[in-house]
Structure formats: C-alpha cells, structure tokens
C-alpha cells in the first residue's frame, strides 16, 4: 500500500516540487525549521498550491499562508483564521487527527480523499511536511495541495462548501525520508 500511494504522489509536479523542496531544506534534520523556508527559493509553480498552517499552543490549527489554487477551491480565503472557524463535522474531525498524527510522528504525511456531492466529486491530495519553529518540536506545516475533479469539470470550483460533500479516504500514509526515499522523476 505504501509503495503504490508514494508511486501516486511521485506522478505529480507540485507534490515533488514541494517534496524536493522541504527534503533539500532539511540539511540532514529530521524537518526544516520555518525560518530555513523563503517562496523566493521555491519552484513558482507550486507557490499557488501550498499553505503555511501553525499548530497553536492549544492544538488549533491557525492558516498563516493560503495559495491562491487553494483559495479559489474552497471559494474562500481561510489566512488567518483556524480550521475550526470554518469546518465541522466529519471534515474537521479528518484534518485535525491528520495534523495529530503528523505532530506525533514528525515525519511527511501524504493524504488523499475525495468529497462525493450530488452533482459531482473532487478529489484532493496533500502533502504535510513538518516544520519547527525554533525547536525540535512540530510547529508549522507546509501543505501542498492538489484538486482534481470528477466528470467534465476539471478545474472548476466546488459547488458545494468542502464540508458540506461526504468524505472518502483513499489514502494516509506516513513516511520518513531517510528509510523510505521516494523516486521523484
């Protein structure tokens, strides 16, 4: 199951810029720290694709940063504001055990879900990769995000609100870089 979701996300562009990126920011650490990373350094390509989410002394996650393909998704821009500002429900219940579990492991995390509506689906991938802040612990997340959409609506905006659609996961995987190096085209 691993080999096949890192086989996944070695197939897109912005995960493997985003990947190559975070893993070159590294310098032999566990994760880079949230000073070591600059959009300037970065491929502009993925710059629309990526947020900068801080994990609050109380376990909120607070948006620091939102891409403009991220925005233009969900209809809305979220900078500034915690995802339980803005989600409930299962969904929120979804991101905050994913942001959980990346805290506790301290290691990439690769997710893939779809959101079933009746008029149509998306499906979306994420990549979570660890940041400190001044320390060892996880503070801050850079996420790359991608949307693809069922039928003929590719590129489109979601019709209905993110939490409003049931949501499928597909996939949750976990992996640290040094035993378990993906191939990137």
Not at 144 to 157: P, T, V
Request: aromatic share 8%; glycine share 6%.
């Amino acid at each position: 199951m691993r080999d096949c979701a890192l086989h996944l996300f070695s197939r897109d562009p912005v995960l493997v810029a985003a990947y190559r990126y975070w893993d070159g920011k590294r310098a032999g650490r566990p994760m880079p720290d949230r000073r070591d990373v600059d959009p300037l350094d970065m491929p502009k390509f993925i710059l629309p694709h990526l947020a900068l989410i801080e994990i609050t002394d109380d376990d909120r996650l607070k948006l620091r940063l939102v891409g403009t393909e991220i925005v233009r998704h969900h209809k809305r821009d979220n900078t500034g504001r915690c995802a339980d500002e803005y989600l409930e429900g299962k969904y929120l219940a979804y991101v905050n055990a994913l942001y959980a579990e990346l805290r506790t492991k301290a290691a990439p995390m690769f997710a893939a879900s779809r959101f079933r509506h009746p008029d149509n689906h998306v499906d979306t991938s994420r990549l979570l990769l660890p940041l400190t802040r001044g320390g060892t612990a996880v503070r801050i997340v850079l996420l790359a995000q991608i949307f693809q959409y069922g039928r003929d609506r590719r590129g489109a905006s979601i019709a209905h609100p993110l939490d409003a659609g049931s949501l499928e996961i597909i996939d949750q995987i976990t992996f640290h870089p040094e035993d378990d190096r993906p191939t990137l085209q």
